[in-house]
């Protein structure tokens, strides 16, 4: 079922009429530093998933020129790595401890122009779209919930921080977009 995103969502959640997909590792392409262990990076443990990444890690693979990230690259099937069309959302908590600045915890990739289509990123305790609009404030040292609609057929991106619509955004033109997570280095503002 497509939600009608014509219309106010009023207080629903933005969960409603989507069908999960269960998180497995089947359903994960990690990444992590090319010359560390994923044991040194990723730590599963209590459902939950802790993803790090220091200033003098390397990129996830030899010779690339990305910045370092540990991540996770959710994949939709065993036979489909990304989406094209419909209506497709990313649902995460997350914990920014203080002091972690200039990182992006949640990212669609493929686009038409550039990368990526979406990047949301943590600076100085604050949510940016990219290093530009405001999107949430004082994410530092607490659990908050993170929801991303893409909708590919309209071309809008909406992201809603703890059951909250926060932001709302055309994507980057069409591409073979996937959901991507964890802590990945980017550029201070």
Not at 116 to 145: C, E, P
Not at 161 to 175: R, S, T
Request: hydrophobic fraction near 30%; glycine fraction near 8%; proline fraction near 6%.
């Amino acid at each position: 079922m497509t939600p009608p995103w014509d219309q106010c969502l009023c207080g629903a959640d933005p969960t409603d009429g989507f069908t999960p997909v269960p998180s497995t590792d089947e359903n994960f392409d990690l990444q992590k530093p090319y010359d560390k262990p994923l044991s040194q990076r990723y730590y599963y443990s209590d459902g939950i998933r802790s993803l790090r990444v220091y200033d003098k890690d390397k990129p996830f693979k030899r010779g690339s020129g990305t910045r370092q990230s540990t991540e996770i690259r959710i994949k939709y099937s065993t036979v489909v790595d990304d989406y094209s069309s419909g209506v497709w959302q990313f649902e995460g908590h997350a914990y920014v401890p203080k002091g972690t600045s200039a990182v992006t915890i949640v990212q669609i990739h493929g686009a038409a122009e550039g990368a990526t289509t979406l990047q949301l990123r943590i600076y100085h305790g604050n949510m940016r779209y990219y290093s530009y609009n405001l999107v949430a404030t004082n994410l530092y040292d607490k659990w908050f919930r993170v929801n991303v609609i893409h909708d590919v057929g309209k071309g809008k991106v909406i992201v809603f921080i703890d059951g909250e619509e926060k932001f709302v955004v055309n994507d980057q033109g069409p591409g073979d977009p996937y959901f991507k997570c964890g802590v990945c280095r980017t550029s201070y503002v």
